[in-house]
T-cell receptor, first 117, second 116 residues
Framework: GAGVSQSPSNKVTEKGKDVELRCDPISGHTALYWYRQRLGQGLEFLIYFQGNSAPDKSGLPSDRFSAERTGESVSTLTIQRTQQEDSAVYLC???????????????FGAGSRLTVL | AQKVTQAQTEISVVEKEDVTLDCVYETRDTTYYLFWYKQPPSGELVFLIRRNSFDEQNEISGRYSWNFQKSTSSFNFTITASQVVDSAVYFCALRNIKAAGNKLTFGGGTRVLVKP
């Protein structure tokens, strides 16, 4: 697609429920990233995919968080047994490659706003 | 470990004033990239500039300019003659070239409010 697409744009859920957030990266982008942005704060790295493998999961805050990616396409971030502190905007980004140069620019989606009541 | 600090949480200016956003970073690596992103009220981050650690040449692009000083680990950003449309949150970010995962580490952001 033309840009990074995320769905849903807004999700309100009750504490204890599971949620799935979806990211469609730009076609041909092999690298995909998930970030979390709490209200009024910066971006926290969650996980990075190169293709469908996840070399870096260091940012996932707990075992309630997981993510998967199908090939070099869609990724799903799943939060189980949601807690109020999970309320945030979850941002997805993709880039052409995540090779050694480090120069690649990340293109971000508009985010999925999660509110846990 | 790497860290990016944006000490200014919010800056308010009147249209046509200049505004400078500070960014200080910490890294043990000698090769890295620095970025600035803009996040308008719509929420989608927009890439503004990338600079590698070997290139300390400052850059001007229209009303935007950047001052990279490796000696002080700073990568400051100036908007000249600000406009209301510049109102947004601006993020500075760092990526170490050798870092596993090639992840971007972001600062906390500086909210810029340009009043008419």
């Amino acid at each position: 697609g033309a840009g990074v697409s995320q769905s849903p744009s807004n999700k309100v859920t009750e504490k204890g429920k599971d949620v799935e957030l979806r990211c469609d990266p730009i076609s041909g982008h092999t690298a995909l990233y998930w970030y979390r942005q709490r209200l009024g704060q910066g971006l926290e790295f969650l996980i990075y995919f190169q293709g469908n493998s996840a070399p870096d999961k260091s940012g996932l805050p707990s075992d309630r968080f997981s993510a998967e990616r199908t090939g070099e396409s869609v990724s799903t971030l799943t939060i189980q047994r949601t807690q109020q502190e999970d309320s945030a905007v979850y941002l997805c980004a993709s880039s052409p490659t995540s090779g050694p140069s480090g120069a690649n620019v990340l293109t971000f989606g508009a985010g999925s706003r999660l509110t846990v009541l | 470990a790497q860290k990016v600090t944006q000490a200014q949480t919010e800056i308010s200016v009147v249209e046509k004033e200049d505004v400078t956003l500070d960014c200080v970073y910490e890294t043990r690596d000698t090769t890295y990239y620095l970025f600035w992103y803009k996040q308008p009220p719509s929420g989608e981050l927009v890439f503004l500039i990338r600079r590698n650690s070997f290139d300390e040449q400052n850059e001007i692009s229209g009303r935007y300019s950047w001052n990279f000083q490796k000696s002080t680990s700073s990568f400051n950003f100036t908007i000249t003659a600000s406009q209301v449309v510049d109102s947004a949150v601006y993020f500075c970010a760092l990526r170490n070239i050798k870092a596993a995962g090639n992840k971007l580490t972001f600062g906390g952001g500086t909210r810029v409010l340009v009043k008419p």
